[in-house]
């Protein structure tokens, strides 16, 4: 009997044996409810109330000043961080407890960086200034209006046809630059500007659209006057970011976006890595990233031999990605490898697993346009599924079902849900929840690696199927450090990222593609590739430091680990190792060990 046919009928097995034995909710809604004095226990920052009240208006000033690249926006905030610094600089830190030096060291970092970011701002908006020289005059528009001043609609209208016609006069010095005939000082912006540019004017648009409904019709006046040229404003805005989009950066209409990104440079790259306390530069994480898949690749070859196949670990690959369910099943293997992990975690006592976070967890499945750019899991509470739907191409189908095949899932699902990203947010929202200010992905995706690391160590992958399963992922975070630093640093081109994983990852193309078009296009920061692995390398240095040498417990440390909150690693080894800190303290923690070559 075919393999696919022999898991459906054992899954549906399970399924029914697993539902006969679980109790109603309502019967189960007891064990929900924690221990008081657990509670009551639990230690808390003298700075906590403080960190709550910055986090709070700081949300505040930025829905105030909404509009993200504004001079309006960066003096407030400027102002703002300038005043906090000052404040908690009064502040007395040898008075503090641990837990209250970790929050004001954090809370400095955070001011610190922010004024940083502030001037990386400045500097990105005078790149993109001369392709958009009249996004001023719609800045002063809006910020007009959230000061509440008296509109006079003749002197609107008479503002929004110079816009139209300052826009008409930048997309008419733009198109010239486009042409092969144009003259030596004509404006030819680099299609990263130019990206940034059409991007930042999508976003000027709907604050220009959500200003104009604000008075329309609710002021007759104003109607009359400035809705025929605001729709002339926002006719040549939608053409001109058209313009730059299709002439420029290379859209084609009905064809997926390019992969452009914004690369920061090495001195923007060092100063992230300054406030994620990582003491490495990007090029020693490289470095790091390349012994990492040298160590993949041997065990990759190992699993071959297993399987019968020497060496040849990508004919390995091949083989573990044909052993996926068949389509529709793929929610109860999900099903089934979640209770298969927290058994794993309970059998070796390893976290505590509130009854509450087993069983609230839910599912979806992605869309097809979800899976363009997440072509595998999302997690948290809801876990998120990849899989072919029927109106898939049959090619896309295939890659779906290979990319999400039993033994990849196996290595995922733990990350995901529990004792991955949906146990973190569970834990944090209920445990030093004012410390996602601080919230980074070298703690969240860090710890989540961490775990299937972990979990490779106590040998949770049963064949070497398996082993090449997890392996997979394990280049693949590796992976993700190599061609995200290297883009960055300005070393290696979006498709030449694309090429890497699939060489020496053994992607499939369209899922190689999506991964660098989610990392490049999308909204993740410059170093969130790269915190999966160094992140978990440094809970596994921790895990050495003081569950190896017989300090704590493995439960005691992943307990503590979730219940201190989210933050830069360092802090967390400074407060389950109880290190000294002072006021100007710096990363020093070299958790890697020295990188090759040093």
């Not at 703002?80 to 009064?90: D, H």
Request: aromatic share 10%; net charge neutral.
């Amino acid at each position: 009997m075919h393999r696919a046919i022999v898991w459906a009928l054992a899954s549906l097995a399970t399924g029914v044996a697993a539902l006969a034995g679980q109790g109603s909710p309502a019967g189960a809604a007891a064990s929900y409810v924690p221990d008081p004095a657990a509670l009551r226990a639990a230690t808390a920052s003298e700075l906590r109330n403080v960190v709550e009240r910055f986090s709070a208006d700081r949300a505040a000033l930025r829905r105030r000043y909404r509009v993200e690249y504004s001079p309006a926006r960066r003096s407030a905030l400027r102002d703002f961080y300038a005043g906090w610094l000052a404040t908690l600089r009064a502040v007395n830190f040898d008075a503090l407890s641990q837990d209250g030096r970790v929050d004001y060291l954090l809370l400095q970092n955070e001011l610190d960086y922010g004024q940083r970011l502030l001037a990386r701002d400045e500097r990105l908006v005078g790149q993109t200034g001369p392709l958009m020289p009249f996004a001023k005059a719609i800045m002063d528009l809006d910020e007009s209006r959230r000061r509440f001043e008296t509109n006079d609609p003749a002197v609107t209208a008479r503002t929004l046809a110079r816009l139209a016609d300052d826009i008409g006069k930048s997309r008419q010095v733009v198109e010239a630059g486009t042409k092969p005939d144009s003259s030596p000082g004509a404006l030819r912006p680099t299609k990263i500007v130019a990206f940034r540019a059409a991007a930042m004017l999508t976003d000027l648009r709907g604050t220009l659209e959500g200003w104009f409904k604000f008075y329309d019709g609710y002021d007759p006046l104003f109607t009359w006057w400035a809705k025929a040229p605001y729709q002339k404003a926002d006719s040549a805005l939608r053409g001109y970011v058209q313009l730059l989009r299709e002439k420029v950066v290379g859209a084609r209409p009905g064809e997926d976006e390019p992969i452009v990104g914004l690369p920061i440079g090495r001195e923007a790259l060092l100063e992230d890595l300054i406030n994620q306390l990582i003491p490495y530069t990007p090029e020693e994480l490289i470095a790091i990233a390349q012994r990492e898949l040298a160590w993949c690749e041997a065990e990759m070859k190992k699993a071959a031999r297993e399987m019968g196949l020497g060496d040849d670990w990508k004919a390995a690959l091949e083989r573990v990605k044909s052993d996926h369910v068949p389509p529709g099943r793929q929610p109860e293997l999900v099903r089934d490898l979640a209770r298969e992990t927290v058994d794993f975690l309970e059998r070796h006592d390893l976290v505590t697993v509130p009854p509450l976070a087993r069983d609230i967890w839910r599912m979806e499945m992605l869309s097809p346009e979800r899976q363009k750019e997440a072509p595998f899991f999302l997690g948290g509470e809801v876990v998120q599924v990849s899989f072919p739907t029927s109106t898939m191409s049959e090619e896309d189908k295939l890659m779906s079902m290979r990319g999400n095949n039993i033994h990849f899932s196996r290595a995922v699902v733990h990350h995901e849900l529990i004792p991955g990203h949906h146990l973190q947010g569970f834990m944090t929202d209920r445990y030093n929840p004012h410390r996602g200010a601080f919230a980074t992905p070298f703690w969240h995706e860090g710890n989540a690696f961490y775990w299937e690391t972990l979990l490779w160590d106590l040998g949770f992958p049963r064949t070497p199927e398996d082993r090449i399963g997890m392996l997979f992922w394990r280049m693949h975070r590796a992976a993700r450090i190599v061609f995200s630093m290297s883009f960055h640093l300005g070393q290696m081109t979006p498709q030449q990222a694309i090429d890497f994983l699939v060489d020496r990852v053994g992607h499939e193309r369209a899922n190689a593609t999506a991964e660098v078009r989610r990392s490049f296009n999308g909204d993740y920061s410059p170093l969130y590739q790269v915190a999966y692995m160094i992140g978990g390398l440094q809970f596994r240095a921790l895990h050495r430091e003081l569950v190896q040498s017989g300090k704590m417990t493995n439960r005691a440390f992943h307990d503590a680990i979730l219940q201190s909150g989210s933050m830069p690693v360092e802090m967390v080894r400074a407060l389950l190792a109880k290190q000294q800190l002072t006021r100007d303290y710096r990363a020093r923690w070299r958790f890697a060990g020295e990188a090759p070559g040093h």
